[in-house]
């Protein structure tokens, strides 16, 4: 039975699952039904680390019984496919997506995003191979405790991920997550395994924000300790010093938020950087 299963995997789950496939499975279980906006608030505000937070995740949900175990299983086996088998979890019948149709991808990507190859009139090049292996990181905060609901974000979130599924990325998706979680993305996104192939990667953050940083969910003015992530620590993550499988390649940071002393809407800044 799936809860039973979750109790004899509970351990290694608490040791070995990463905190951004955390935040995804409290996601999916919401949008599941499984876990009500208390359950997740409590999960996410009351454990401050990793651990604590898949503890709490994996003992709620166990409690729950067979089908609520069930869907976390195989939002599990979605998420993270590896640390599914190494658990040894069984594998129920989710429902698979249509599979994508095969793009060919253009000779050249037809426009000068990266350093030139050769010579001045070069266009960075793209192969059957790295077209395939092209990877996008989405970040969208929604959702804020104690800033304005960004009314329209879920539309731009379905717009961005199509446009970017459009153009053949794979696209890493998170939505709602403190400024921590944020940097944490990055990590895991700057070890992705698709890098080493890639022509080319995309990086898309919309929240609210101020001067060089971007809110987390749980940002409120005057703290002396703001749930914010600076922006100059995507360059850090992404860099060659950090993320050498990048080097030389076309990175393009697209960043929507507002800036200054407004949080409000009205102060939009779409940034977009190629290095």
Not at 23 to 48: H, Y
Not at 212 to 238: A, R, S
């Amino acid at each position: 039975m799936a809860d039973e299963e979750l109790r004899r995997a509970r351990k290694k789950f608490v040791e070995k699952v990463s905190e951004p496939v955390i935040i995804q499975l409290l996601d999916d279980l919401f949008d599941d039904e499984v876990l009500n906006d208390g359950e997740v608030n409590s999960i996410r505000q009351k454990n401050a680390c990793a651990d604590d937070k898949a503890r709490a995740l994996i003992d709620t949900v166990r409690r729950k019984g067979k089908s609520a175990s069930r869907k976390m299983i195989d939002h599990l086996l979605c998420r993270d496919a590896e640390l599914h088998s190494e658990l040894s979890l069984s594998v129920g019948q989710p429902a698979q997506p249509e599979p994508p149709r095969e793009q060919e991808p253009p000779t050249t990507l037809g426009i000068e995003l990266g350093p030139k190859k050769q010579d001045k009139d070069s266009i960075y090049p793209v192969t059957k191979d790295s077209f395939k292996s092209r990877v996008a990181l989405l970040i969208t905060n929604i959702k804020f405790r104690h800033l304005t609901y960004r009314k329209g974000a879920e539309k731009d979130e379905e717009n961005m991920e199509k446009l970017l599924t459009t153009l053949g990325y794979e696209v890493v998706k998170y939505t709602n997550l403190w400024g921590k979680e944020i940097d944490n993305a990055l990590t895991d996104f700057s070890k992705h395994p698709k890098l080493k192939d890639t022509d080319s990667v995309v990086v898309v953050v919309m929240s609210h924000g101020k001067r060089g940083t971007i809110c987390g969910i749980d940002w409120k003015k005057d703290d002396k300790e703001p749930d914010e992530f600076p922006i100059d620590n995507i360059f850090k993550h992404l860099g060659s010093e950090s993320c050498p499988a990048l080097l030389d390649k076309p990175k393009v940071i697209i960043i929507q938020a507002c800036r200054g002393g407004d949080t409000s809407l009205s102060q939009t800044l779409t940034k977009q950087i190629m290095y």
